[in-house]
């Protein structure tokens, strides 16, 4: 068997290894019910592909990257260390921490931990504490550490809130955890899109982050070319817009193919998922970075493609090819295409969590997948929307303007190598420019959220 695990979809997530207990905090691609009259079939529900880490018991510690490669076989990764890779360190010391801003994260049940292991993680690592607000949406059940839908993401949820604060220490962390209910047999998209709406409303919120998903090809009426159960999970994207709050999504991590209605198997072609397919999402895709222990880089980045995962991306079957993508029509065609940028996502290259939500694993654990890319990235976000002394609203159109720039203007760093290949089918390769496997490429965040805050 492919390491894929039965290729289910995994936007933020480890694989199954050979001879490591490996997991995800990642979710399967599955369909949506609606609230309105016309329901919508659900097979299967949004749920975290498994649980566990690459370390199946805590460590009391966590090692260091050359510890890693010799112990464990991939390369582990800091918060530290990605601050020195990506440059933010002047940002810090300008005092752009991302003061003033609020990144708001959704996620099924939360963790019951957060505020504690977030302590632990930023002991750790000598990084700000802050405290976390949490915003139950819908009927959230009380937490069960034997429930491997609560554990899994109590997981997801763990690795967003640590890696947006480690990037953006001083923002204000919004945890949204909605209820969705084991018996439902729902995929919970309308309730994370009702929560995100919701907290629009009643917070004042810089930047979403989403680390779920679903292929385009299981949602009803896809095959006849009816594409009305997306479009009318919308709502809170366009609600968002109107009110210039950035909304981010990660690209996936089955490369260029993704999960099949059952969950389980991976489509043999090429398919692209939602929302990060949506064009008023902004895709971040996965890079593999390869750092030495104090965060330097000792080869340029590639496109995340390592035994365990390869980084979503590819064309909407949905969405026509949006106005800000009209310089990259060769690379995309008539159609949206993903990522528009990537980020660190590799599992050879994994995050270290702090979790202790599970009795059995209390302690360090290694993370990957584009949903450590994502919050990453929305922290970077708010850095700028610091910098700005405003909301940013739509990234997209920024996004591909800046790229027109010379990269030490832009601050965006070009990914010129490695694809997005993943189970049987030919993803596509990283050239120089736009390409449907990283995007736009990376960022040198100095430079980067100076540029995006038009500074």
Known sequence: MHPATAGTRRSTALRAAALLAVGATALTGATATARSAAHLPA???????????????????????????????IHCYSPLQYRTAYHLDPLYRQGVTGKGRTIVIVDSFGSPTIQHDLETFDKQWG????????????NVPVFDPTNADHT???????????????IAPDAHIVLVETGVAETEGVTGLPEMMDAEKAVIKSHDVDVISQSFGATENTFPGYDKGDFKSIEKLRYAFKYAAARDVTVLGASGDNGATDAMENGSDLYPYKVNSWPSSDPLVTSVGGTQL???????????????????GAAGGGVSGVFERPWYQAAV???TGNHRGTPDI??????????????????????WHLVGGTSEATPVFSGVVALAAQLAGHRLGQLNPRLYGLALLPSQLSGITDVTAGDNSWDTVTGYQATKGYDLASGLGTVDADRFVRSLAGR
């Not at 993401?153 to 480690?166: Q, S």
């Not at 390869?290 to 365990?308: E, I, M, Q, S």
């Open 329 to 331: 029509a060769n690379v």
């Open 127 to 138: 990084i700000p504490d802050t405290q976390v607000e949490v915003v139950k949406w819908g």
């Open 43 to 73: 097979t299967f529900k949004l749920r975290p592909a498994s649980a566990g880490q690459i370390d199946a018991v805590g460590r009391v510690a966590p090692i260091s990257t050359s510890d890693c490669v010799t112990q464990i076989g």
């Open 290 to 308: 390869t750092l030495d222990n104090d965060g330097n880089r000792t080869a340029p980045d590639k496109v995340w493609h390592d035994d365990y």
């Open 152 to 166: 899994g993401w109590a997981g997801e949820t763990t690795l967003d809130v640590e890696y947006a604060h480690a």
């Open 342 to 363: 990537s980020m660190s996502a590799a599992v050879d290259g994994a995050a270290w969590t702090y979790e202790s939500y599970d009795p059995t694993r209390v302690g």
